[in-house]
């Protein structure tokens, strides 16, 4: 399997951004990460055979996460978005869990891709 991501980049405070992750087959759980520098990485949102994602608390209602028809691509839609959300977005498969319960399970996502960084400035 391989991921990979697109859509970051600089943006002001208070705008939206969306990002892209094209996978190279279906996986059943996807995620989207975040990695600030110095910080453990954050789980922004989860998705597994329920189509309604897990999110952060950080970033719930300012978060949309989506995958196509066939679950090869997975989208996030970044709105409201703030300084404090300046990070590193990876994008990770499971390539084996089947289950929605271990969808939250960081540990369990083995495939990741190189990441796109997301910038907002005040």
Request: aromatic share 12%; charged share 20%.
């Amino acid at each position: 399997v391989r991921l990979v991501e697109s859509g970051g980049g600089l943006v002001q405070a208070g705008e939206s951004l969306n990002l892209t992750c094209e996978s190279s087959r279906f996986t059943y759980c996807m995620v989207w990460f975040r990695q600030f520098p110095g910080r453990e990485r954050e789980a922004v949102a989860t998705i597994g055979g329920d189509p309604t994602p897990t999110y952060a608390d950080t970033v719930k209602g300012r978060v949309t996460v989506s995958r196509d028809r066939w679950k090869t691509t997975l989208y996030m839609e970044l709105s409201s978005l703030k300084v404090e959300d300046t990070a590193m977005y990876y994008c990770a498969a499971s390539t084996s869990v089947y289950a929605d319960e271990y969808c939250t399970h960081s540990d369990r996502y083995d495939v990741w891709g190189h990441g796109t960084q997301v910038t907002v400035s005040s």
